[in-house]
């Protein structure tokens, strides 16, 4: 079982409202400059914040820590964990360049995925995925999640079985249900998830077929018969902005289903057709330059 690691900043910052004043004088010192608190010994600590050694020592007691050993050790891996969350958003610049900066890394992350796409994982994909009998797209967190569902958007249209998944618990059990003939596309950034790992693990099993789009050499491809690598830096300067790593996993899927509609041929352009048709009916009364789908 993976150790949980206490999020000690959090705990700090609920519990300011029923400290007392020695306390919270401790709490702010320490959440003000977590370096110097990690290294502070028990004597220093009391000097730095006005307070005794003994009331550090109740302090971190009353935290549920046996020592300030103890407590700094937590402190010490919940700065690693975030560190650059802890100092507050970093101004990115004016609304307009804030706008561009969003857009460019969103280009940039395309123009890199571009350049990690194989094209014969690509086309043994558009195999495997063409002959399904079955396609089941499991998501894992908030980007593969999204991604998971636009495959199942793009690929149903194309008259292909198709279904995502994004809970834990779920993706075991449908992992269960899949056979030779089958295909489970699993998504994820990092690669980390164990339920994901664990559902490939099953659907093997069973003799069904896995395409990672994943991170390459991440712990997921060590489960899969086919990996589309996606590997998109995480943004560290600006953590407010969102991670373009989504419009990577997208591409990837665009790039599938528009290979998957050439290879699929006129049953695919019929489907289509048969959505436009009614889309047009229904919606558009006879404008038929909207999207395929809102």
Same mark, same amino acid.
């Given at each position: 079982m993976t150790p949980v690691i206490p999020d000690?900043?959090?705990?700090?910052?609920?519990?300011?409202?029923?400290?007392?004043k020695a306390d919270l004088r401790l709490t702010d010192l320490i959440l003000e400059d977590i370096d110097r608190a990690v290294h502070a010994s028990t004597t220093?600590?009391?000097?730095?914040?006005g307070t005794s050694t003994p009331t550090v020592t109740r302090f971190c007691r009353k935290l549920g820590f046996s020592s300030l050993r103890e407590f700094k050790v937590q402190l010490a891996q919940a700065r690693a964990v975030g560190a650059r969350f802890l100092n507050g958003q970093v101004a990115a610049g004016s609304h307009s360049e804030i706008a561009e900066q969003i857009i460019r890394r969103a280009?940039?992350?395309?123009?890199?995925?571009?350049?990690?796409?194989?094209?014969?994982?690509?086309q043994r994909s558009v195999a495997l995925l063409q002959q399904a009998r079955r396609i089941v797209a499991f998501g894992s967190g908030g980007g593969s999640t999204i991604a998971a569902q636009d495959m199942q958007n793009r690929l149903f249209r194309l008259?292909?079985? #198709?279904? @995502?998944?994004?809970?834990?618990?779920? $993706?075991q059990m449908v992992a269960a249900?899949?056979?030779?003939?089958?295909?489970?596309?699993?998504?994820?950034?990092?690669?980390?998830?164990t339920d994901l790992h664990n559902a490939c693990r099953i659907a093997h099993q069973y003799d069904a077929q896995v395409i990672a789009i994943t991170r390459p050499h991440s712990p997921l491809t060590e489960h899969a018969d086919i990996v589309l690598a996606v590997d998109i830096p995480e943004e560290k300067q600006f953590v407010n902005q969102p991670t373009p790593s989504r419009y990577a996993l997208l591409?990837?899927?665009? #790039?599938? @289903?528009?290979?998957?509609?050439?290879? $699929?041929?006129?049953?695919?352009?019929?489907?289509?057709?048969?959505?436009k048709h009614q889309l047009i009916a229904y919606r558009?009364?006879?404008?038929?330059?909207?999207?395929?789908?809102?």
């Open positions: 000690i900043i959090s705990l700090l910052k609920e519990q300011r409202l029923s400290m007392s220093e600590l009391a000097e730095w914040s280009q940039q992350a395309l123009e890199h995925q571009l350049g990690l796409l194989n094209d014969d994982c690509v008259g292909l079985m #198709v279904n @995502a998944y994004q809970d834990g618990q779920m $993706l249900t899949l056979k030779k003939g089958d295909v489970l596309v699993a998504i994820s950034t990092t690669g980390r998830y591409a990837v899927i665009d #790039v599938l @289903a528009s290979e998957l509609s050439l290879a $699929l041929g006129a049953p695919a352009l019929e489907n289509i057709r048969r959505i558009d009364h006879d404008d038929d330059s909207q999207p395929l789908g809102d």
